[in-house]
């Protein structure tokens, strides 16, 4: 691990917006923000853009980026703090550990932004619109809560619509290109470091807005995996 890592790694322990693994924080939150304002989660929050570009402009609202890499949540809690902005903080963890940390009907919104897509069909339930992250997020989220995808990859992109239309959820807003709507409004504008890699070389935004209104049957699950050609 590079020395500058190290560094971050260290300092991300001294910093009180970042929780690493923490006990006992479902159903706490409130207590931590010292309110009971609606919670917002960035998911693979990287650098924590979204988090922050949100917290900047919602001050009565909490947002809380999650991952696993520390070194990369730095950058995001370093900026909350320099704002001095306590209404954004950050959780180191792996998203499939997402229900150790929330109760039910806690999160209001979950945006994911730019995620790994996976585009390899064997890695397709490690993406996080697959209905096995669905069903955590279910969890969490409150009955009308939503969840927010922008994303560079039509892979990742399309195969969430179909996630979406099998399981008959609610879609709210569907942009193929999104810098080419009118009146996207500034969250839509919010750019990460990811984004502007511009890994998919697509030249578009795609971005979804959906609910989770029903429960998931597990037994669809294999009717997705022929409807993508996932491999046994």
Not at 46 to 70: C, Q, T, W
Not at 79 to 96: H, K, Q, V, Y
Request: glycine residues 6%; proline residues 5%; charged residues 25%.
């Amino acid at each position: 691990m590079g020395h500058k890592k190290l560094v971050r790694f260290e300092a991300i322990k001294t910093f009180n917006n970042v929780l690493e693994y923490p006990e006992g924080m479902a159903g706490n939150w409130h207590n931590f923000f010292k309110n009971n304002h609606p919670i917002t989660l960035e998911l693979a929050c990287g650098k924590g853009e979204y988090a922050v570009g949100l917290g900047r402009m919602h001050p009565s609202r909490n947002f809380i980026g999650i991952d696993v890499k520390g070194n990369r949540i730095w950058r995001g809690a370093k900026t909350a703090i320099d704002e001095g902005l306590p209404n954004i903080c950050f959780l180191r963890s792996e998203i499939d550990k997402i229900t150790n940390y929330f109760s039910q009907n806690e999160v209001s919104e979950i945006w994911i932004t730019f995620p790994d897509p996976q585009l390899r069909l064997s890695k397709a339930k490690k993406r996080l619109t697959h209905p096995k992250f669905l069903r955590l997020y279910q969890q969490l989220l409150q009955q009308n809560g939503i969840i927010h995808l922008k994303t560079d990859s039509p892979d990742l992109y399309n195969f969430t619509k179909t996630v979406i239309n099998l399981f008959e959820l609610p879609l709210l807003k569907d942009y193929d290109d999104a810098y080419a709507e009118k009146n996207i409004g500034d969250e839509l504008l919010i750019k990460t470091y990811y984004e502007s890699l511009d890994i998919a070389k697509s030249n578009k935004i795609h971005y979804l807005q959906f609910q989770i209104n029903k429960a998931l049957p597990i037994e669809k699950d294999e009717l997705l995996k022929k409807m993508i050609h996932e491999p046994d």
